[in-house]
């Protein structure tokens, strides 16, 4: 029997679908849940079934476990870790809805079954079949020539996180044994706040304090975080949040441009905020602190630097270079950042900051958290380190119920990976900026672009290995710029692309290789939130039709280019998963044996709550932070010696200053609350949707139709366009036009339009002068200008105008 298939039962159709109403309510481990899937073995219970453990790869820190039902080598059943007795204090890596509809991807009619080569211009999505050795040969020998032509530089492999497991990584290795290839460093979801921490708190003590933590907390500040939609698995940030709200008698405010779902039920806890304020916001309250007295000056002397000008490092002392006199308009743009002049930026009333300055003023403990939205953009570095210096203010660091302004902490089970083994090539460039790479490589420099690892690149892409990653186009920025740099075959001559299902990066590719599922092999996972859990699953069917593991497509390369006993070492996936398990049980035998691991499925590891820089705290001396200054800086003469010299452009630092801030500025943003036009009046954001892990599961009918895409639009914005909900709009900037669905709410602030990332793009990029994107890709409007620090994706700073579509 075919798995590419669609054949559904009546009977498995209605059990599926009347499950998909609740699942949302289901995930987070209410006891309710075996109501509604306990009896699901019951209704298949004909003798032949048989399960298996799996877990979700995809890049969600949920990695939730699965639990696949199995009937003639098919999957008729998925569900996850339940039980019967479940408390809500039970610990249970349950799958959330997109998780539960693996059955639907699994025997997806686009899923990949065999190598296809591309016979249509890139981006077309015209591919034929061919043989697992054509594929091979062409892959490998055209590395080869590649190698030959331009060196090792040339060879790149995207960022990409489609696939989490002890083994992911099976090209890097292949690669680094035939000479390397050009790395990347920091990620899409957090390069601008991985690249500020350090500075501020260095790198040993730099993570947040759990939400567990947060229980002995009086007030709670969330800045642009949502767990609800983004970690929704039942022993993921969802659940630990939801624990948090039911535990703790704290005052809670999220501060979001959105009224997010993790505020629902609790709608006054939502602070409006326009977005990319939240700095300002922080100066308004920094000032109110200062005026009041409510600073705490014992401990900003002691374990920090750079607040005022006792505190400053000697070498800028006398210079109105501190965060005091930022604040207080004695230095920089000279510009008081009173609670009124915060007001007009982040459109909160300027009563209000005052209101929330007081209570953070004078209630201890103070949680501070910050998600990973408010830094992802064009002044993303400074934001995120607006937001850590808040609690440094209070002295609200290192003691219970707070934490320092960073994420929650994720305490996960430890386990071991297959070695890449060591990439000769030292060179790396941020990943935001491959497609400048292929498209002007060697005039990319350590000033202009953060190469790191040499003075500049010698050549630009011309290989690349997609593995598990749709960065080349969709969740890149400037998808129509994306397109052109990649259909010109004259840039980068080969793309190598392996997945399961066909998504928009993978039209762009020369050779296809099919991928299988994580659950479909042997495969392990350790993960966590609060708590850290382990999955160990095995294979749920046979291997459908060509589909293969990426170690295997690795290995046949390897051999191709004759390193295949080097890559193997005379181990197949399986035993390379299981020594390193018994490498991780050697450090840590609490561990179940292998068979137990196996057996069980889910591992749980209760964990205490964490709070991030205790030791710091209790002896600042003996546990110094490893910043120059061994203290926290909210001044940084390292960012200020480091990027000397760099090649800036308008609006990537203060007005007047031709160096980035020392200091957490609020630098307005390029396209921002400050810069709209006349052509372009809104305000476009984006956001993580409920539907997808990023463009993960965009495909699936059934999760669409539960939540489709849609532009969150005020009312006052939607009458002024005669906008009404449901109606189909234009969203357009200067970089593109998408078609969707519009949502007027006043759960976004005016003047701000609201798309959830991840759409999958869908545009005739070959006809269509306008290159129309009825996906509603938010990318196709977003740019490829990186933030000016860590050269990061800025994708939720943007502009645009919103039209009805006329019937
Ligand atoms: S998407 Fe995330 S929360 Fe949902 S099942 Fe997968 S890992 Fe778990």
Redesign the pocket.
């Known amino acids: 029997m075919s798995t590419n298939t669609h054949a559904v039962s009546r009977r498995s159709f209605l059990k599926t679908t009347g499950a998909l109403g609740a699942l949302a309510a289901a995930?987070g481990g209410a006891a309710s849940a075996d109501a509604m899937f306990g009896t699901a073995p019951v209704a298949f219970a004909d003798g032949q079934e048989t399960t298996t453990w799996g877990h979700?790869a995809?890049n969600?820190p949920?990695?939730?476990s699965l639990r696949f039902h199995v009937k003639d080598d098919e999957v008729v059943w998925v569900d996850t870790f339940t039980s019967k007795d479940a408390g809500f204090d039970d610990l249970q890596p349950r799958?959330?809805l997109?998780?539960r509809t693996y059955r639907r991807w699994l025997a997806h009619p686009d899923r990949l079954s065999y190598p296809m080569k591309r016979v249509g211009k890139r981006g077309e999505g015209k591919f034929e079949r061919i043989s697992w050795d054509e594929a091979i040969d062409t892959a490998a020998s055209k590395l080869k020539e590649v190698i030959d032509t331009y060196g090792n530089e040339a060879v790149f492999v995207p960022y990409a996180t489609g696939v989490s497991a002890s083994t992911s990584r099976p090209f890097n290795r292949m690669l680094n044994l035939v000479g390397g290839y050009l790395n990347f460093y920091n990620s899409y979801s957090t390069a601008q706040i991985s690249c500020i921490t350090p500075y501020m708190y260095g790198n040993k003590q730099a993570g947040g304090s759990t939400l567990s933590a947060a229980e002995d907390a009086e007030l709670i500040l969330i800045f642009g975080s949502s767990p609800t939609e983004t970690?929704?698995?039942g022993l993921?940030t969802h659940y630990d949040w939801v624990r948090l709200r039911e535990k703790t008698n704290a005052k809670i405010y999220i501060i979001d441009p959105r009224m997010n779902d993790s505020v629902m039920g609790h709608s006054e806890t939502w602070l409006p905020i326009n977005p990319g304020t939240d700095a300002a916001f922080v100066a308004g309250v920094a000032h109110y602190l200062i005026e009041n007295d409510m600073v705490d000056l014992d401990f900003l002397h002691t374990y920090c630097v750079g607040y005022d000008e006792e505190t400053m490092p000697e070498a800028y002392k006398g210079m109105n270079m501190s965060y005091y006199d930022y604040i207080m308009g004695l230095g920089y743009d000279m510009v008081e950042k009173t609670p009124s002049w915060a007001s007009k930026i982040t459109g909160i009333p300027a009563e209000t900051i005052e209101k929330i300055a007081r209570e953070i003023g004078t209630t201890k403990p103070l949680y501070v958290n910050q998600g990973w939205g408010p830094q992802r953009r064009s002044n993303g570095e400074w934001t995120a380190w607006a937001i850590m210096a808040l609690p440094c203010l209070v002295g609200q660091i290192g003691l219970p119920g707070t934490s320092n302004g960073t994420r929650e902490a994720i305490q996960s089970c430890s386990l071991g990976k297959l070695s890449a083994g060591e990439n000769p090539v030292k060179k790396s460039i941020p990943c935001f900026l491959f497609t400048d790479a292929i498209d002007h490589g060697p005039e990319m420099t350590a000033k202009n672009a953060g190469v790191k690892g040499g003075d500049k690149l010698e050549v630009g892409i011309k290989y690349m290995i997609n593995y598990a990653g749709n960065c080349l186009t969709n969740q890149h920025s400037d998808i129509n710029k994306a397109h052109d740099i990649l259909a010109d075959e004259s840039k980068c001559e080969f793309i190598l692309g392996i997945d399961t299902v066909m998504c928009d990066s993978l039209k762009y590719c020369d050779i296809i290789l099919p991928d299988l599922f994580r659950f479909e092999q042997v495969s392990q996972i350790a993960t966590g939130s609060d708590h850290g859990y382990m999955i160990t699953g095995q294979p749920c069917t046979s291997p459908k039709f060509e589909r293969k593991t990426a170690y295997e497509m690795a290995s046949m390369m390897a051999e191709k280019l004759g390193v295949k006993e080097e890559f193997t070492e005379g181990k197949t996936e399986e035993e390379w998963i299981r020594e390193i398990y018994e490498g991780t049980r050697e450090k840590n035998p609490a561990l179940p044996t292998w068979e137990e691991a196996v057996e069980q499925g889910v591992y749980v590891e209760k964990k205490a709550p964490f709070i991030s820089m205790e030791k710091f705290r209790a002896d600042p001396v003996a546990n110094a932070l490893d910043t120059p200054s061994g203290k926290i800086e909210i001044f940084s003469e390292k960012l200020l010696q480091f990027t000397e010299g760099w090649e800036l452009q308008d609006g990537d630092t203060l007005k007047g200053m031709s160096t980035l801030p020392p200091l957490p500025v609020y630098i307005p943003e390029w396209y921002g609350v400050e810069s709209t036009t006349d052509e372009f009046p809104l305000v476009l954001t984006g956001f993580h949707y409920r539907g997808r892990?990023h463009s993960s599961w965009g495909f699936i009918e059934d999760l669409k139709e539960v939540n489709p895409q849609e532009a969150w639009i005020n009312p006052l914005d939607a009458q002024e366009r005669g906008i009404e909900q449901g109606d189909t709009i234009r969203v357009k900037n200067q970089f593109g036009i998408i078609e969707l669905l519009a949502k007027v709410t006043s759960r976004v602030v005016p003047g701000t339009v609201a798309v959830s990332q991840g759409a999958w793009h869908m545009a005739d990029m070959y006809s269509d002068p306008e290159r129309v994107d009825r996906g509603g890709s938010i990318n196709t409007l977003t740019t490829q200008r990186p933030s000016p620090l860590s050269k990061g994706n800025p994708q939720h700073t943007n502009i645009c105008q919103v039209e009805k579509v006329s019937a």
């Open positions: 995930a979700c995809i969600c949920g990695r939730c799958a959330c997109r998780g970690r929704q698995g993921t892990i």
